[in-house]
């Protein structure tokens, strides 16, 4: 395996393996227009840059880029957009509740509402 640098693109899906760093459960965030790294995370909602959220993973695990083939572009102006909403980490299951929300929710939500 590779560990070629690949610049980041809208709506890039960055998804963290299971381990320490991620309470062995993995995580994942979506890239926005700005480059910065959205995600909604235990401790708040997060617009990071790709420094900040490296230095969240300090205990090992690997980090895999997802290339959607399309609606990336629409994908990373809702995660943008909407997460100033993210009020709370909870595994809420309905998708139109955007405060309460989780990593891989606010990342199907930033598809599912920018594809309708």
Known sequence: MSNKIIPLQPGD?????KSFSTFLVGHCSIVGHDNKI???HPKGAFADTLKQYISRHP???RL???RPLRGGEESAS???GNIKHVT???F???????QMNYCSKFVWQAYWFSLE
């Open 92 to 98: 809420h299951p309905h998708l139109n509740n955007i």
């Open 59 to 61: 205990y090992g695990g």
């Open 13 to 17: 899906i960055i998804y963290s393996s």
């Open 64 to 66: 895999t880029l997802i």
């Open 38 to 40: 959205y995600h909604s």
């Open 78 to 80: 809702w995660a943008q």
């Open 88 to 90: 709370r980490y909870s």
